[in-house]
């Protein structure tokens, strides 16, 4: 695929979305270097390389995929692009709106232009917001490691790819035990890939539909709870008003902000993020960032 690039804000900023893409600093399935961001993952079921060169007005891509590319939508490609650089969401009326809010106002006047990096694909965000379920970020990365390492699969530039549903669906619960999976995460792991490798659940499908109805197609699926609904949409499937209050990081920062003894209940903490809407994902990206968070 030919190179091809991207306009970039004048108040881009380019720091967190480079650390969502970098969190592993093994590197396996991810490189970064002086901007250059060089990702492997599975499109189509072939091995594919996406690099990305993020200058300070523009971003260049290029897609290498093994085999025959001719089948690839370049479209496709250039919208997962954007949405991975954050670009589908555009900030400046939420900005706008806290801008004298007294839990936020401070914190978004010191991120303004921050963006929420999505997973190259939706799969991607739901896969690893199961290995993230009541874990710690770091446990979490390792944990996500030991998978790309089990599924095995790199692209011919040596870079290790992504698994998708189809390598998952043929995982089982032992080998993934063997890698201090839970037993109840590694069922929901394989559960998860059998569901889209044979179409019961349609990943494109639950992009374009309402967010509530995807919210009830994934917390029907046996080990998906409101958590890791909210994750994926918010992070593989661009839904711009997702309430994480359920994610003890983004309760943790509303405490540092407001300097509480006490730990903030999943209630309250929901009550709270209720006033951001319809921009409650852009409130939670805030919280994460102000804890140096990349989850």
């Not at 108040?11 to 991810?30: G, I, K, M």
């Not at 839990?103 to 990096?117: D, E, M, S, T, Y």
Request: overall charge neutral.
């Amino acid at each position: 695929m030919d190179p091809r690039f991207i306009q970039i804000p004048d108040n881009y900023r380019a720091r967190e979305v480079l650390a969502f893409h970098r969190r592993d600093p093994q590197q396996l399935a991810e490189s970064l270097s002086e901007g250059v961001l060089r990702k492997g993952l599975m499109l189509d079921g072939r091995p594919a390389l996406l690099t990305i060169s993020l200058g300070a007005r523009e971003a260049g891509y290029r897609l290498d995929i093994d085999g025959d590319a001719k089948c690839i939508d370049a479209e496709a490609v250039h919208a997962m692009v954007k949405r991975m650089l954050g670009l589908h969401i555009e900030p400046a009326q939420f900005e706008a709106m806290v801008a004298t809010d007294p839990l936020l106002g401070a914190v978004v006047k010191q991120q303004l232009g921050l963006r929420i990096p999505q997973t190259p694909t939706a799969f991607e965000a739901l896969s690893w917001a199961i290995i993230g379920q009541q874990i710690g970020l770091g446990f979490a990365i390792a944990l996500r490691r030991r998978l790309i390492e089990l599924a095995g699969v790199r692209h011919d530039s040596g870079l290790a790819c992504y698994p998708d549903a189809s390598c998952l669906a043929r995982m089982n619960v032992d080998e993934l035990g063997g890698l201090q999976f839970s037993r109840a995460k590694s069922e929901t792991l394989i559960r998860v890939g059998k569901l889209v490798d044979e179409g019961q659940l349609d990943m494109e499908k639950l992009a374009i539909i309402e967010p509530e109805a995807a919210f009830e197609a994934l917390t029907a699926i046996k080990g998906i709870g409101p958590w890791t609904a909210n994750y994926v949409l918010m992070r593989g499937l661009g839904a711009g008003d997702c309430s994480l209050h359920g994610d003890a990081a983004v309760r943790a920062a509303i405490v540092k902000i407001l300097a509480k003894e006490q730990k903030l209940e999943q209630a309250e903490a929901q009550r709270m993020l209720e006033q951001y809407r319809p921009w409650r994902s852009l409130a939670a990206a805030h919280l994460w960032a102000s804890r140096t968070q990349n989850a």
